[in-house]
């Protein structure tokens, strides 16, 4: 069986040839596996180690159009990112810390629209990465939740703090995220 004909059968309650396999490898892991295998970096991880499934995803951040670095030295990097937010990353660091999130009130909620769904930028590398696995894998989309991409337009802790003090505000933040999020993923 293909990894089409695999998942689909899986997903249809039809006995496939093998279970189906997913994983995602961070980059770091991969490096290392190449390194240790003496592979060169175009040898796929994933088709080494049988992988059916490849997850594809739009970019679904509401500013695409405020991307952009700041300030770079040899130690760090501060930049704007697609959510809004004000971001530093220490170089060879996974993880980034917000410095600032772009949405402190209500009215910044209004001040700030987010740039067009249908944004033909925000569908490149989506249609790249679904045409470059559609023979190899079965192809998934998706897009992420409301709940957390609404944290990084607002801050994790303020909005949990929305939610408990102002509930009216909390859900139109929800909201707006969700209807996006929707629009991205039809």
Do not use: H
């Amino acid at each position: 069986m293909t990894s089409r004909e695999r998942v689909m059968a899986a997903l249809a309650w039809q006995q496939p040839d093998r279970i189906p396999i997913f994983n995602s490898f961070w980059g770091e892991f991969r490096e290392n596996w190449a390194k240790e295998k003496g592979f060169r970096p175009e040898v796929s991880i994933q088709d080494y180690y049988g992988i059916d499934i490849q997850i594809c995803t739009p970019d679904e951040t509401p500013y695409p159009s405020r991307k952009q670095a700041v300030r770079e030295d040899a130690r760090e990097t501060i930049s704007r990112d697609g959510y809004g937010r004000l971001l530093r990353e220490r170089k060879g660091a996974y993880f980034r810390e917000t410095l600032e999130a772009l949405i402190r009130t209500p009215e910044d909620l209004d001040r700030n629209p987010f740039d067009p769904v249908a944004d033909d930028a925000r569908y490149e590398r989506f249609l790249t990465v679904v045409e470059q696995n559609r023979e190899r894998r079965c192809c998934f989309c998706k897009v992420g939740g409301p709940y957390l991409r609404t944290t990084y337009i607002r801050g994790e802790t303020e909005f949990l703090m929305d939610i408990a003090q102002d509930p009216v505000f909390a859900k139109d933040l929800a909201d707006r995220m969700g209807d996006f999020l929707a629009g991205i993923g039809v």
